[in-house]
């Protein structure tokens, strides 16, 4: 399991890089997905790196190493379940699709949408709800380990729909290639 699965840490807000420091001068494994952003400033405009999934980090160590991971400064709590591990391949994914330069974006909750699966590129395989329509397809994709969503911009011609939407009816989080029934009609 040290080898293929990330545990989540839930960090104090507004801590995550401070974390990943602490956690590097640690020597552990660990992985904060940060998406650079442009915010203004009442005197100039910079760009600013921020969390993907804001509170959380994502670490691998091994089960002697549990103490020194969770007396970090800024952490909160080590999510405890095995539906809180995140497979090396979902992070992968997300790791090089910010260093692919995709428009890789947190998502507050899950709109009544589309489900839908990307069919080429990086992310080709995960599933996601469809949330809006421009010049491309802004689908969100739900991390369900740390029940938080990010918005993936992808053309329109590079998904297959899978459900039709309900109207009206909430989506609970699901992780990628688990479906949410209760939304969806088939």
């Known amino acids: 399991m040290y080898d293929t699965f990330w545990h989540v840490l839930h960090v104090r807000s507004n801590f995550e890089k401070r974390v990943a420091d602490h956690l590097a001068v640690r020597g552990v494994e660990h992985y904060l997905p940060l998406y650079c952003e442009r915010v203004r400033w009442s005197d100039r405009t910079v760009i600013a790196e921020r969390p993907l999934f804001s509170a959380y980090v994502f670490a691998r160590f091994r089960p002697d190493e549990r ?9 909160v709590r080590l999510l405890g379940d095995e539906g809180s591990l995140v497979s090396c391949t979902e992070l992968n994914k997300i790791r090089a699709g910010l260093a692919s330069g995709l428009l890789l974006r947190p998502h507050p909750d899950l709109a ?3 489900s839908v699966r990307i069919l ?12 809006e329509f421009r010049r491309h397809c802004k689908v969100i994709i739900a991390l369900a380990a740390v029940r938080r969503c990010f918005s993936l911009e992808v053309e329109i011609g590079n998904i297959a729909v899978l459900k039709r939407p309900i109207p009206e009816k909430p989506i609970v989080g699901a992780g990628w290639g688990s479906t949410v029934s209760r939304a969806y009609a088939d």
Do not use: A, H, R
């Open 120 to 131: 080429g590129g990086i992310f080709e395989g995960v599933e996601g709800v469809v949330s």
């Open 67 to 75: 103490m020194k991971v969770i007396s970090t400064p800024g952490v």
């Open 112 to 114: 009544v949408g589309t």
